[in-house]
């Protein structure tokens, strides 16, 4: 069976509106990574510091009625948030000064005052001191340029320098597209999603680098095709594969999506954003931009 | 059947009876395994966000640690020039600096011939009029801190041990930071009182003679200071703060005691913690009840005032005992801090993540649910589209998850919920290689080639693609796990273990079956 048989898709001479879709995308990831240190972004508490407290109701509860509970108490800055079904809240002091046992001591009568029929538990308190969070973020930083720098020296032996460059840059373009996306969708940004975000920076480059591996091998073998035409051909080739693997892998994701938990819903999400992205970026951003430093055809080759 | 089908096959099947041998006792069947059986092999441990359990980061304050070093050593520097009849006025700690002073300029040098002699970890760094400032050397300096944090370590682990709580882990993070975890913990406030606590025992006598009314309008008298007693009312919960004013140089110290116990007071049926002292503690003792008969002497840890008790009588034996408002549990911590030892200097939380059982239960059942739909899904997928092949790829996938869970109990790993992404990740990439290889055969069977040379050369051409493609992956997870903590860390085993994994079975596993299916037959058309 094939879904795809023998297509002959002009995907290289679309690059232009692949390029400023892209660039849309990037320019959304440049401000979210510029405002992400600056602080004005939905930061989670692990990069800010501050605490967070996690309660399970027996029954569903109105979030309204949460947050007067919390008005009442003088709880400032405190941002709630409700999970899907209805019984789990989850409360943030950002910044917050003070003691976690302190202020769960303080929140545990007044919750069970304000929610007299409704019991609940603490599922999970967190507090995280400023001064890590700073250490994390440039650990995090850390860490994206190790991971690029190590994937470009990988693909520069393998390949020519030029894939390793196309291929970071590639990368580096689904890592801000998702991070903008984030952004836009105020959606909280913690460790666990940095770690999707250098998930999905592998996944993508594997994706990367099979069309790369299509387009040397066919470099070798038809040395008198026009360039564009040869890393159009190598893309089809491929397209089928890279359709049922992005496919698939976007299979397990959306079941993790909907059935893993409220934990790693994000998480997901980001991955699963991650998984589009990176399909899209190996074929209209990597393989075109081998195009930009094209110079003598036989840089390409080693 | 050939030779090397028949041993890749027997090296298959043991792999797999390998993995799920090391597998069984981590799942729930491990109940009705025997037990030399499910003892003694590796588990899969879970990650604290899976069974519940307390995460903590302490920072200590190896400052702190520096100062404290220094005020024992003015001691010890006191000591030796007493013995060696050098000539000072005094020697006091500060901060960073032992000051020295002197009466004049020959005692001004022998103090410096004495420092040199015997403390060659001390510098000079500036003099004053009849006095000098000491620092320790940047040596010194850094191996006291390194000390400090190594020591801290040392009675955090012993504290916990004798709190008794189920495989906690602690170990150092960078410079000066302790990671505690504690699985499965009941009771996070009173694991972090125990461990928090610096635990500084004094014995100080509470100066009779000043004036408290004025002390407490800020005028102290010299080499006195202001502490508290705080009394927990048990029935109000109210508290009540006592002021003492007691005299700054401390008598006795908790390093000289041998033990310490919960005992139950006779007469209130309160309990409270006796302590033993060594056989110098017992003689210091001693000497300072019968020189202060009828006088309080408090006992103070980490600055808060237990009790100030009048001394009676002169007290031999080596015994005393702190009494407060002690509830049996209290009580009991008090012992373990006090038998475990201070802390050479204070720590502060940076980081406490504490999740209830209960929320790690539902992690669990989700992850376990969408990793079963995730798998049926690819499942059946690969069926559907490459018929028999897909088959051939499903055994593999099979394969691969039984293998991979087996590689993580063989490595003691911790599953973490990340971790089970990570394995539901390898599941969707692990397809990929199979996806590669057979539509690399579909279009080695399109250019006319046979079916068995279509295989070969499909299994030919992709090889190196898939190799590039995972050894990219592992760079990504080793920069995890270097990056990486806890939950994060478990995510970047289980892909790699997952990758590694999956390059055996992809290249190995569903070749051997499309060798052993076209070694026996001539086919004409390869169901893919």
């Known amino acids: 069976m094939d879904i795809l048989k023998d297509t002959k898709i002009d995907f290289i001479g679309k690059r232009h509106y692949a390029f400023g879709l892209s660039i849309i995308l990037s320019i959304m990831g440049i401000i979210a990574a510029v405002l992400i240190p600056l602080g004005k972004a939905n930061l989670g508490i692990d990069f800010t510091g501050g605490m967070a407290i996690q309660l399970k109701f027996e029954k569903p509860f109105a979030l309204e009625d949460a947050r007067k509970i919390l008005d009442k108490e003088n709880f400032k800055d405190a941002e709630l948030q409700q999970f899907a079904d209805g019984n789990q809240l989850l409360i943030r002091f950002k910044n917050a000064e003070g003691e976690l046992k302190a202020t769960s001591d303080r929140l545990t009568p007044a919750f069970a005052n304000g929610f007299a029929d409704n019991k609940f538990i603490i599922e999970s308190t967190t507090a995280v001191g400023p001064t890590v969070g700073k250490k994390l973020q440039k650990d995090a930083l850390w860490a994206v340029g190790i991971l690029l720098l190590g994937i470009l020296i990988y693909l520069a032996l393998r390949f020519e320098l030029i894939f390793g460059i196309a291929a970071v840059i590639a990368t580096f373009h689904d890592v801000l597209a998702v991070l903008g996306v984030f952004y836009v969708l105020n959606k909280e940004i913690n460790l666990l999603i940095i770690t999707a975000l250098l998930t999905l920076a592998g996944y993508s480059l594997t994706d990367t680098v099979v069309v790369f591996d299509r387009i040397r091998e066919n470099l070798r073998k038809r040395s008198k095709e026009v360039l564009e035409d040869l890393i159009n051909r190598s893309i089809n080739e491929v397209l089928s594969r890279t359709i049922i693997t992005s496919g698939t892998t976007l299979l397990v994701l959306a079941a993790l999506l909907i059935a893993g938990g409220e934990v790693i819903h994000d998480f997901s999400l980001a991955l699963f954003l991650g998984v589009l992205v990176g399909t899209y970026s190996s074929i209209f951003v990597a393989s075109p931009l081998l195009l930009v430093w094209k110079g003598k055809r036989g840089r390409l080759i080693r | ?528």
């Not at chain 2, 990758?499 to 596993?509: D, E, H, K, M, S």
């Open chain 2, 1 to 528: 059947m050939p030779k090397s089908i028949m041993w890749r096959l027997v090296l298959i099947g043991f792999f797999f009876l390998l993995a799920v041998a090391l597998f069984l006792p981590s799942t729930p069947f491990s109940k009705s395994l025997p037990s030399w059986y499910k003892d003694n092999f590796p588990k899969i441990a879970l990650g604290l966000d899976l069974q519940g359990g307390m995460h903590l980061v302490l920072q200590v304050d190896t400052e702190k640690g520096i100062e404290n070093h220094l005020q024992r050593m003015s001691k010890g520097i006191d000591g030796l020039f007493r013995e060696k009849k050098v000539a000072f006025s005094e020697i006091k700690a500060q901060g960073h600096e032992v000051l020295i002073s002197y009466q004049n300029e020959a005692a001004k040098t022998a103090v410096e011939k004495a420092m040199g002699d015997n403390y060659p970890i001390f510098q000079k760094v500036s003099e004053k009029g009849n006095s000098a400032a000491y620092t320790l050397t940047d040596t010194e300096t850094k191996r006291i801190k390194e000390w400090s944090t190594s020591q801290a370590i040392e009675t955090i682990r012993n504290r916990i041990d004798k709190f008794g709580v189920t495989e906690p882990l602690i170990h150092a993070q960078g410079k000066d930071e302790i990671v505690v975890q504690l699985p499965g913990l009941k009771d996070p406030d009173r694991a972090i009182a125990l461990i928090g606590k610096t635990a500084v025992l004094e014995f100080k006598m509470v100066d009779e003679a000043g004036d408290l009314k004025k002390a407490l309008d800020g005028q102290i008298p010299e080499g006195d200071e202001l502490l508290y007693e705080r009394r927990v009312d048990t029935e109000s919960g109210a508290v009540r703060q006592t002021p003492f004013l007691i005299k700054k140089e401390a008598v006795l110290t908790g390093d000289l005691l041998t033990d310490a116990r919960v005992a139950i007071d006779s007469q209130f049926n309160e309990p409270y913690v006796s302590i033993t002292f060594d056989s110098e503690g017992s003689r210091i003792f001693a000497d300072v009840t019968a020189q202060n008969v009828n006088k309080r002497m408090a006992i103070i840890l980490d600055k808060n005032v237990y009790s100030a008790p009048v001394i009676r009588e002169k007290i031999g034996g080596g015994r005393a005992q702190i009494s407060g408002s002690f509830t049996h549990e209290t009580a009991t911590d008090l012992a373990i801090v006090l038998r475990a030892g201070a802390l050479p200097a204070p720590v502060n939380i940076i980081q406490n993540v504490t999740v209830g059982p209960s929320l790690g239960e539902d992690s669990i059942k989700a992850g376990v649910k969408a990793a079963v739909i995730g798998g049926i899904l690819v499942l059946g997928f690969m069926l559907f589209y490459y018929r028999l092949s897909g088959l051939i790829a499903d055994f593999a996938m099979a394969l691969n998850i039984t293998m991979l869970l087996g590689a993580m109990a063989w490595f003691n790993a911790t599953l973490t919920l990340p971790g089970i992404a990570g394995i539901i990740l390898t599941i969707g990439m692990g397809v990929d290689s199979n996806v590669l290889i057979f539509e690399r055969i579909k279009e080695e069977l399109k250019t006319g080639r046979t079916v068995r040379s279509a295989i070969d050369a499909g299994y030919d051409r992709a090889w190196w693609t898939i190799i590039d493609s995972h050894v990219t992956t592992l760079i990504t997870a080793a920069v995890l796990f270097q990056f990486g903590s806890g939950p994060i860390k478990g995510f970047a085993v289980s892909l790699s273990i997952g990758i590694l994994i999956n390059l055996f079975t992809a290249l190995v596993g569903t070749k051997v079956v499309f060798d052993f299916i076209t070694q026996r037959r001539r086919i004409e058309r390869l169901s893919i």
